[in-house]
């Protein structure tokens, strides 16, 4: 797979439920983050995990990471209508200043 | 809360033209960046620029293209000769203190070249 590599590329669930990404990268990283993006507009950034750390929650938002593994994946807990969108993760390996972004998994929810 | 913005939010032009997007990044960042995303595709990064120079560039970065922070506050992309296949969503981006740290993208400019 690719560097920031998401799956599964599409993910539709009933509102409520919750809803797992998954991203897995090549090269070691200094931190891996999560963003989405709603249909045609700009990148939010939602949360940044460094290599050192495991796990990490803000709000309904939980990402872990495995380095062993190089993966990391992204739990969005009771979800709404509004969690729509496309979810990139992006790492940025090390010493690098660019980040490497994943083709992204579009995230639908049913209301 | 500070935010990244950029002017315009659509440009259209001709190809050939000379295009110059624009980006105003949060104050106290030291570091700058600009990715592309063509339509349906990955994000992809363009250039990084810190300390009024280029600290890193993409192989789409070419001569075509180039930076520039002509003042405190402005930083700007400008392609030179704008060709078919630049027709692409333009990002900036900015964070505090480069590769460990966060990078704050604003809501991109929409090239269209025609």
């Known amino acids: 797979s690719q560097q920031g590599e998401e799956d599964p590329q599409a993910l539709s669930i009933q509102e409520g439920e919750n809803a797992t990404m998954n991203c897995s990268y090549k090269t070691s990283i200094n931190n891996l983050q999560w963003y989405r993006q709603n249909s045609g507009r700009g990148l939010v950034h939602l949360i940044l995990?460094?290599?050192?750390?495991r796990e990490k929650h803000s709000g309904r938002l939980r990402v872990t990471l495995d380095t062993s593994k190089k993966s990391s994946s992204l739990l969005i807990t009771a979800s709404r209508a509004a969690d729509t969108a496309s979810y990139f993760c992006?790492?940025?390996?090390?010493?690098?200043?660019?980040?490497?972004f994943g083709t992204g998994t579009r995230l639908t929810i049913i209301p | 809360e500070p935010e990244v913005t950029q002017t315009p939010s659509h440009q259209v032009t001709q190809m050939g033209q000379e295009v110059i997007l624009r980006c105003v990044p949060i104050s106290n960042h030291l570091y700058f960046y600009w990715y592309r995303q063509i339509l349906g595709q990955k994000v992809e990064f363009l250039v990084s620029f810190y300390n009024n120079e280029i600290s890193e560039k993409s192989e789409i970065f070419d001569d075509q293209f180039s930076v520039e922070r002509p003042d405190g506050s402005n930083f700007t992309l400008k392609i030179r000769s704008t060709k078919l296949e630049d027709s692409a969503m333009y990002f900036c981006a900015s964070s505090v203190r480069g590769h460990t740290d966060t990078q704050y993208f604003g809501p991109g400019t929409r090239l269209t070249v025609l």
């Open positions: 995990i460094r290599s050192n750390e």
């Open positions: 992006a790492t940025s390996p090390g010493g690098n200043e660019k980040l490497t």
